[in-house]
């Protein structure tokens, strides 16, 4: 139920990803100095007859309809129109007229408008190539349902203190590990939560003894530093509490504050003593002076070591 990746607990909009891919103004409009025949190509050019297309034949006819010269640049367009065209005109009916090889042709209708006229073609098209076209003027944004939480109203609604899942997980861990420690419960709550609580306190603290206190767990994996990436392994190992393993680790340091450095070689002597090896490629001074053997490899490296022991 508390789970995005599980159906039971998924945003049933935006099946627990948190966002969705929607047509993006400007992304259609990159330039609004451009008049609407130049500007929004995304909308297609399906020719009529040579120097006409369909695009040109809404944008004219709607133009008419409401009076506006659509010849002006974009941002000088009044933004009620502009809205008709981008989002369409409701059940507003419009008179369209263009010319094709059989004749003229009328016809009365609402306009789609050109976002949900995009956002349906992309929906529809059995091509990749057309669906990676119409992706191009796409961006992400949060889902309206569940407003970026990935999970449902019924999982959003149950609290521990006054805060649902989501909201504890966009804390920064430091925070979290404080609130969880400073919940008044009653004995009732406090028993049935106590064994949670202290699985809870022990994995943040594996975190922040690492240096990513500052860190959310709602982070996305993509936007974590290499060396942010490779400390959270490391706490998970240590959590792990195995014995026997040989760990390398590629400078681990890097990305990291000064002042937390003793936290992450405090972490590398716990995994250790628990009985395992660790190999650490590293260049901070710190970590070398801590460290139980050195192997040198690079020119006066030796040199240097010696000369500061």
């Known amino acids: 139920m508390f789970s995005f ?18 047509m993006d103004e400007d992304l259609i409009i990159p330039d609004k100095n451009k008049t609407l025949y130049d500007g929004v190509k995304a909308f297609g050019s399906s020719t009529m007859k040579k120097g006409e297309t369909m695009a040109k034949m809404y944008f004219e006819s709607i133009g008419k309809h409401y009076g506006v010269d659509i010849k002006k640049p974009i941002k000088k367009l009044p933004r009620e129109f502009l809205d008709k065209i981008l989002y369409g005109t409701g059940n507003e009916a419009i008179d369209f007229e263009y010319e094709s090889s059989i004749g003229i042709r009328k016809f009365t209708a609402p306009f789609e408008g050109v976002i949900p006229t995009l956002e349906r073609r992309h929906n529809e098209t059995k091509s990749q190539g057309m669906r990676d076209f119409y992706e191009m003027y796409m961006s992400e944004s949060d889902c309206p349902t569940c407003g970026g939480a990935r999970l449902k109203k019924e999982s959003l609604c149950v609290k521990v203190g006054n805060k649902n899942i989501n909201e504890l997980t966009d804390m920064p861990i430091c925070s979290m590990k404080e609130y969880l420690n400073s919940l008044e419960l009653t004995a009732k709550e406090r028993m049935i939560a106590d064994q949670i609580f202290k699985e809870l306190d022990k994995r943040l603290q594996f975190l922040i003894d690492v240096g990513l206190d500052y860190l959310t767990l709602s982070r996305a994996a993509g936007t974590l530093s290499g060396g942010e990436a490779q400390r959270i392994r490391l706490a998970t190992q240590i959590g792990s509490s195995l014995t026997g393993v040989l760990y390398i680790l590629d400078e681990p340091s890097i990305g990291l504050h000064q002042r937390d450095n003793d936290k992450l070689i405090a972490t590398l002597k716990k995994l250790r003593d628990l009985g395992n090896t660790v190999l650490v490629v590293e260049h901070d001074e710190d970590t070398m002076y801590a460290a139980d053997q050195i192997i040198d490899i690079g020119p006066r490296t030796s040199e240097f070591m010696e000369e500061r022991l």
């Open 5 to 22: 990746n599980n159906p039971f607990g998924a945003c049933p909009t935006c099946t627990g990803i948190g966002f969705l891919m929607r």
